[in-house]
């Protein structure tokens, strides 16, 4: 990472890029725990087909942000709006149901249920098969989870508990399930880590292919070639701090973020 030679201290959200609607809004977002300041007067937007990464060293905030944003973390101060409404209060299921959707470092997986049911629970109340709507609602149900197994390369995994699964195909299940929720905003906590190289090809292949067909992507990533390699904008967290929002080039090149990144203050 070569990574300007100056670090703009909190910087202000970067310019809006014309025809990339702002999505999510980030305004002055505090939280403390105790004394410790997690997440320190952080503002920033995700705009539509936008992929933000969020990087930074471990314990720079970057999962914590995801946690305020989606209703999992109240914070001390600040806004979040999504649309131009507020989040702020809200629990994570209705966050989640009006278009944010998140991935987990740890999964969270329904691990005793079958790929096809992990995928079908995700799906609201259409998901379930006891709901209305008929045989052809439950063939169409079915035909949709298909088409996402197929493009996560779990097809032949349908019936298999997620338990049985080797670790990348429980990273792909993690995905199926992100997609079947038809959300706009995917909030993505390293979804590439541990897989092996065959595995990250088509990890970065699914990505690139759900963002050219219109999802807006935030990604918190330690793997330099994604962050290379699939973002439009980079955001660098340290401390808490918000400590630069622009172009990959910009941010990359930088070599006071680099010393930072790679643990040479």
């Known amino acids: 990472m070569n990574m300007p030679h100056h670090v703009a ?44 990464t969020l990087v930074g060293p471990n314990g720079a905030g970057k999962t914590t942000l995801f946690n305020m ?37 740890d999964l969270r997986l329904f691990t005793h249920m079958t790929v096809e049911e992990n995928v079908l629970t995700v799906m609201e109340q259409e998901g379930w098969l006891w709901q209305s709507g008929g045989v052809s609602a439950k063939v169409a149900r079915r035909e949709k989870v298909a088409s996402i197994l197929e493009r996560t ?31 706009r905003l ?13 595995s990250y090809g088509l990890f970065l292949e699914l990505l690139r292919s759900e963002v050219a067909s219109g999802i807006t992507v935030c990604i918190i990533e330690h793997n330099l070639d994604i962050v290379v390699n699939i973002s439009d904008r980079i955001a660098f967290l340290d401390q808490g701090r918000l400590l630069a929002d622009g172009a990959p080039d910009e941010i990359l090149n930088n070599p006071e ?9």
Do not use: C
Request: proline residues 4%; hydrophobic residues 45%; without cysteine.
């Open 186 to 198: 995917w909030l993505l906590d390293e979804p590439a880590s541990g897989l092996d190289p065959n």
């Open 69 to 105: 944003i989606t209703g999992h973390l109240k914070p001390t101060s600040g806004e979040v709006d999504w649309l131009g409404d507020s989040l702020l209060g809200m629990p994570p299921w209705k966050i989640a149901r009006k278009g944010i959707a998140r991935t987990f470092q």
């Open 9 to 52: 201290h909190n910087t202000a959200t970067a310019q809006p890029v014309a025809g990339h609607e702002t999505l999510l809004k980030v305004r002055n977002l505090q939280m403390d725990f105790g004394g410790l300041k997690a997440i320190q007067d952080v503002s920033m937007d995700l705009r539509s087909g936008i992929v933000t």
């Open 153 to 183: 390369g779990l097809q032949d995994k349908a019936g298999v508990r997620a338990v049985d699964l080797a670790y990348a195909e429980r990273k792909f299940l993690s995905m199926a399930r992100i997609m079947a929720t038809d959300a």
């Open 257 to 265: 973020l680099a010393a930072i990144y790679f643990g040479e203050r």
